[in-house]
């Protein structure tokens, strides 16, 4: 399979506490994007990250990213009640047509406290 | 802008049914885009890339004739899940990619998913 993995697959953490979520791949890619899904709807893009890129912010997100270990990590810092949601990275992968599909992670789901 | 929207939000149907999910990109055109399943508590499956006017390019394991897609413009793709079965409950979502250029640099729009149970 080429899906990725994410650690930890659950995390639970009191509000104001920074949350940080890894993401492994498999192949090599040209980009790798997270994602935000609330329960029982769809996926929020949050940020994509280049893969000549090492780190990119949004916000209180900070994303990283190392090729060589096929890796990458989102961080949330000063972290709120309404960040509790599940968090996926995906990978993009060449399909045989030239067209480009992309492959979550396991996912990470993340509970803040209030 | 940006914006998928996805209909139906919830079916419950008998078994043998076939039901048809509808994936609409509201205010951009979409050359592509994509049908997945998701279990609970799980990631997502890509079950198949549909891309406008062509033949939807499915993944191994997924079932041509028991899912099929229909990319007909740049706004609208179906997924219609044909006899559907106990087994086939599950939430399916779509997304959509903007019509800019062939890189993978572009963002996937998500729709808020169809919940599917099946009698």
């Known amino acids: 399979s080429q899906q990725g993995e994410e650690d930890p697959q659950a995390l639970s953490i009191q509000e104001g506490e920074n949350a940080t979520m890894n993401c492994s791949y498999k192949?090599?890619?040209?980009?790798l994007q997270w994602y935000r899904q609330n329960s029982g709807r769809g996926l929020v893009h949050l940020i994509l990250?280049?893969?000549?890129?090492r780190e990119k912010h949004s916000g209180r997100l900070r994303v990283t990213l190392d090729t060589s270990k096929k890796s990458s990590s989102l961080l949330i810092t000063a972290s709120r009640a309404a960040d509790t949601a599940s968090y996926f990275c995906?990978?993009?992968?060449?399909?045989?047509?030239?067209?480009?599909?992309?492959?979550f992670g396991t996912g990470t789901r993340l509970k803040v406290l209030a | 802008g940006a914006v998928v929207s996805q209909h139906p939000s919830r079916v419950i149907c008998k078994s043998g049914t076939s039901v048809k999910i509808e994936c609409r990109s509201l205010d951009f055109q979409a050359t592509t885009m994509f049908w997945y399943r998701q279990f609970p508590k799980q990631s997502l499956m890509l079950m198949a890339t549909?891309?406008?006017?062509?033949?939807?390019?499915?993944e191994q394991g997924v079932e041509k004739d028991k899912f099929l897609i229909n990319h007909a413009s740049l706004t609208l793709s179906t997924l219609t899940v044909t006899s559907a079965h106990p087994e086939d409950s599950s939430f399916y979502i779509c997304?959509?990619?903007?019509?800019?250029?062939?890189?993978?640099?572009?963002?996937?729009?998500f729709g808020d998913g169809t919940r599917l149970s099946i009698l």
């Open positions: 995906a990978t993009d992968a060449l399909t045989t047509s030239g067209t480009y599909k992309y492959i």
């Open positions: 990250i280049r893969s000549n890129e």
């Open positions: 997304s959509a990619k903007r019509r800019q250029g062939t890189y993978s640099n572009q963002p996937q729009h």
């Open positions: 192949t090599s890619i040209n980009n």
């Open positions: 549909s891309n406008e006017g062509s033949k939807a390019t499915y």
